[in-house]
């Protein structure tokens, strides 16, 4: 089992930056990957960045070039910094930990933290 709790949301201007932290705990070395996904009001939950334990990142196209994902592998945390915010960035954003297992996937998730990009 992982556990997962994000921190870090809150209201900031357009054009401002923020920093969201995930930390998880329970069984962290078994985590493969690390990510963090956005859902809107009315809209579906999307992918947003990952790293895998590797360090090897991606990123959702609107995410290219703002936001940076990043781990602390010994804090067993991830980051993502988030520059350049937008009001269409305005969401809960939720961490995921994925684990492997064999041939069993699992993944995990986080309570989410709120963002609001507004003047």
């Known amino acids: 089992q992982v556990q997962l709790v994000e921190s870090g949301g809150g209201l900031v201007q357009p054009g401002g930056s923020l920093r969201l932290s995930c930390a998880a705990s329970?069984?962290?070395?078994?985590?493969?990957?690390m990510g963090w996904y956005r859902q809107a009001p009315g809209k579906e939950r999307e992918f947003v960045a990952r790293?895998?334990?590797?360090?090897?990142?991606d990123y959702a196209d609107s995410a290219k070039g703002r936001f940076t994902i990043s781990r602390d592998n010994a804090e067993n945390t991830v980051y993502l910094q988030m520059n350049t915010l937008k009001p269409e960035d305005t969401a809960v954003y939720y961490c995921n930990a994925v684990v492997v297992v064999g041939t069993n996937i699992m993944g995990y998730w986080g309570n989410g933290t709120l963002v609001t990009v507004s003047s």
């Open positions: 329970g069984s962290v070395f078994s985590i493969n990957v």
């Open positions: 790293i895998t334990s590797g360090g090897s990142t």
